[in-house]
T-cell receptor, first 115, second 115 residues
Framework: SQQGEEDPQALSIQEGENATMNCSYKTSINNLQWYRQNSGRGLVHLILIRSNEREKHSGRLRVTLDTSKKSSSLLITASRAADTASYFCATASNAGGTSYGKLTFGQGTILTVHP | GAGVSQTPSNKVTEKGKYVELRCDPISGHTALYWYRQSLGQGPEFLIYFQGTGAADDSGLPNDRFFAVRPEGSVSTLKIQRTERGDSAVYLC?????????????FGQGTRLTVV
């Protein structure tokens, strides 16, 4: 079953603009990860943020995590046409004694960046 | 190899037939995961291997689905008596040790179509 919701489901912007995607989840987590997927095939890991972290940066990516609201956001600054893809958040939880990286994914946001 | 390799890339089969999907993880990765992604959805967990053993098969939808990893490297996902509802992209991922905070590397997936 899906862990939660991603918002918006689809986002269309112009090159150079910033793109913000949000993710909500339902259970307590150990970490939250963001992945990118092109053309419905392989997933590429973008960034991992642990439950005791509030913000993390990687290049043009900025991720925030609010565990009190069970939500995260991914900001892509100065977007490029090549950023066009689907973006998924995924959570890893140690609930029930789980100690391995089993991921629960959201439904994804389809980002289109127009040149 | 350099990344996770999945074969075939595409598989079309008739309803009721048996199929095998292969995953070749990154060399040395002890953890291997299978996920299934239906159209417009995020990936859903199927099974996790640590070494040769299936440590968590709670995501397998029914007993038509089975996976093996006999030598702790290559894994095969087997689906018996395929149904049209099994049509999806099957994704494999591996990680170095499978711990909660380790990055998983995904293959390009096998797109299974049951006609």
């Amino acid at each position: 079953s899906q862990q939660g919701e991603e918002d918006p489901q689809a986002l269309s912007i112009q090159e150079g603009e910033n793109a913000t995607m949000n993710c909500s989840y339902k259970t307590s987590i150990n970490n939250l990860q963001w992945y990118r997927q092109n053309s419905g095939r392989g997933l590429v890991h973008l960034i991992l943020i642990r439950s005791n972290e509030r913000e993390k940066h990687s290049g043009r990516l900025r991720v925030t995590l609010d565990t009190s609201k069970k939500s995260s956001s991914l900001l892509i600054t100065a977007s490029r046409a090549a950023d066009t893809a689907s973006y998924f958040c995924a959570t890893a939880s140690n609930a029930g004694g789980t100690s391995y990286g089993k991921l629960t994914f959201g439904q994804g946001t389809i980002l289109t960046v127009h040149p | 190899g350099a990344g996770v390799s999945q074969t075939p890339s595409n598989k079309v089969t008739e309803k009721g037939k048996y199929v095998e999907l292969r995953c070749d993880p990154i060399s040395g990765h002890t953890a291997l995961y299978w996920y299934r992604q239906s159209l417009g959805q995020g990936p859903e967990f199927l099974i996790y291997f640590q070494g040769t053993g299936a440590a968590d098969d709670s995501g397998l939808p029914n007993d038509r689905f089975f996976a093996v990893r006999p030598e702790g490297s290559v894994s095969t996902l087997k689906i018996q008596r395929t149904e049209r509802g099994d049509s999806a992209v099957y994704l494999c991922a591996s990680s170095a040790q499978g711990q909660l905070n380790t990055e998983a590397f995904f293959g390009q997936g096998t797109r299974l179509t049951v006609v």
